[in-house]
C-alpha cells in the first residue's frame, strides 16, 4: 500500500539517517564480454532479469551473502568478489533496501537453474535492460567500468520515480 508521506524526490529523504528494512546483495559474474544474469523466478522482481543475490542474514556480511546466495541460486561459487558499488532504494509502499553490487572475474561450477533462478550468459553488449528493473540501466555501465558509486532510488511499486547516482572515489 503506498504511503503518501514518503517523498517523490531522492533530495527530500535524510539518507544519512535512513535505516534499511533489508540489506542484500547482487553477484554479477564477469567472463570475458558475457555477464552471468538470471531470470528470477520468486521474491522481489520475480519475472525480471537480475543478477544472482538476495538478502543478507542476521549475522552475515555482503561478502559471506554474495557468495552463499550466488551457490544457493546458481550452483556456482565465485571468488574474490569485488565490490562496485551500493543502492539505496525507497519504496513509496514504505519498504527501504540497502544493495551492494559484487562483481567476480574467477568462479567455479556451472550455471544450473533451480527453484529461484533460471541463469544465463549474456553479452554485455546485448544486456536485456528491458526486461530489468529501471534503475539498473543507470548504474550497472558504473559498475562494468569499475567506476564506484552510490545510487539512490525512489520506487511506486515498480516503477522509478526518481535517482540520484554519485561516482565516488575509494
Known sequence: MRND???DLVA????PSWQ???RAVLSFMRDEDRLL???KKKGLGAGKINAPGGRIDPGETALQAVVRETIEEVH?????PEKRGELFFQFKDGYKL???IFFS???SGAPTETDEADPFWCAIADIPYHDMWE???HWLPLALENKPFKAYFIFDDDRMVDKKIDVVTV
Open 12 to 15: 527530500d529523504i535524510d539518507w
Open 76 to 80: 556456482m561459487t565465485p571468488y574474490d
Open 20 to 22: 534499511p528494512t533489508e
Open 37 to 39: 544474469l538470471i531470470r
Open 5 to 7: 508521506s514518503i517523498p
Open 105 to 107: 572475474s574467477r568462479f
Open 98 to 100: 540497502h544493495g551492494e
Open 135 to 137: 534503475d539498473d540501466r
